[in-house]
């Protein structure tokens, strides 16, 4: 790992950290292209907002339809994924006993949009149960499309999911789906920058990334992807001057859901410095890095914390996020206390009846970084401030 990018980064130098997966973080030359856009918006507010931004938000597109490997048309930004799960969920054509299929392992905020969507009309949103650990690729389909039934419409999947931070055989699960004729809508917040997305090879009929994640870009940027048949089934969540445009271009789909009327699109303008930024640095050297130091870590935090690995500890299952069972029974003062008291930061998640613990590496954290927290939780264990899961 080179140490050096630490400097690169705006973070507090004072605090070890490996919750990178939460909010991301900016590199400064990426946070001064932001500056610099904002400092364009307010030198030309007018002209910006209604003449050049247009311009420049397609620029941008363009620089991630090439990174994400699909046109540009298709993709529109919007502030985070959960923004882009409440546009496909409010207007997905569901009716009285229809059912979205998921997982059991799924980010709680999607969760709450589907839930909610679902029980206005009477639909079901089917939380399929999956084994923890997972044992094979092959299990986890046969477990998850064990949920199918003649009423189910779509399914919906995170690509790596958040509080277990495993990734998923989602493209096995998109061809089984659409062999089936079903729907997909892939929840990928954590997959930019971190792992290779190739939409046109994945098939997912709508997909959402976080930019403001992995690939480094200023809070607020994210996009939503649908496959071009399907674009006129959503509408958009903010009904602006984009709804029968006076003014309508080419695509209905970036006119329903990028005329937002006045707000700060500046954000969505970074991404293609961000992924000038990762190409000095070869970044898919750098996550190989990474990948490798989580993975040779995890069975020792495991054995630290007498739990069993949730999944495979290979390329399939793990990439810079890992999750270990922990047993305490107070996560939110657990986290906070390992931020104040050792000056970690590090997410210590409920999800239903279990908490994890999950670390993030990047291109600035070192083995020395993990070393810190495992000397931590050796210590909260010494004292009997933590129990040994198993």
């Not at 990178?20 to 030359?29: D, H, K, L, V």
């Not at 389909?141 to 949920?147: L, S």
């Not at 039934?149 to 989602?170: E, Q, W």
Request: charged share 20%.
């Amino acid at each position: 790992m080179n140490t050096n990018l630490r400097a690169e980064f705006l973070l507090n130098p004072d605090i070890t950290f490996l919750n990178f997966g939460s909010f991301g973080a900016c590199p400064s030359i990426i946070f001064d292209d932001y500056i610099a856009w904002q400092r364009a918006l307010e030198y030309e507010p007018v002209q910006f907002i209604t003449q050049k931004g247009f311009q420049y938000l397609k620029d941008s597109r363009i620089a991630l339809g090439n990174y994400v490997h699909c046109e540009a048309d298709d993709l529109v930004f919007v502030p985070n994924p959960s923004y882009a799960i409440n546009i496909l969920a409010k207007s997905f054509p569901l009716q009285a006993g229809d059912e979205i299929l998921t997982t059991n392992l799924e980010y709680g905020a999607c969760d709450r949009t589907w839930n909610y969507y679902c029980r206005k009309v009477g639909a079901k949103y089917v939380r399929q149960p999956i084994d923890l650990p997972i044992v094979s690729k092959e299990v986890f389909i046969e477990q998850f499309f064990a949920g199918l039934t003649p009423n189910t419409k779509a399914i919906f999947i995170s690509h790596i999911t958040s509080s277990t931070g495993l990734i998923f055989p989602v493209k096995e699960i998109c061809e089984i789906a659409k062999e089936k004729g079903l729907f997909t809508i892939v929840d990928g917040a954590h997959v930019p920058g971190h792992i290779p997305l190739d939409l046109s090879d994945l098939q997912a009929d709508a997909y959402t990334g976080a930019c403001h994640k992995w690939m480094m870009t200023p809070k607020g940027c994210s996009f939503l992807y649908v496959k071009k048949e399907h674009q006129h089934l959503f509408d958009p969540l903010v009904v602006s001057w984009g709804y029968e445009s006076a003014n309508p271009s080419h695509s209905q789909f970036l006119d329903y859901h990028q005329m937002q009327g006045t707000r700060d699109f500046s954000a969505f303008l970074t991404v293609p410095k961000a992924l000038e930024f990762m190409a000095a640095h070869n970044w898919t050297e750098v996550a190989a890095k990474c990948r490798a130091l989580v993975q040779a870590n995890a069975l020792r935090f495991c054995e630290l914390l007498g739990a069993i690995p949730i999944a495979p500890i290979t390329d399939d299952f793990i990439g810079q996020l890992y999750s270990i069972p922990i047993c305490t029974t107070q996560p939110e003062a657990l986290q906070q206390h390992l931020y104040h008291h050792y000056h970690i930061e590090i997410p210590v998640m409920r999800h239903e009846q279990q908490v994890f613990i999950r670390y993030s590496v990047n291109a600035f954290n070192t083995q020395a970084d993990l070393d810190h927290l495992y000397h931590a939780l050796t210590e909260l264990l010494a004292a009997g401030e933590l129990c040994k899961k198993w």
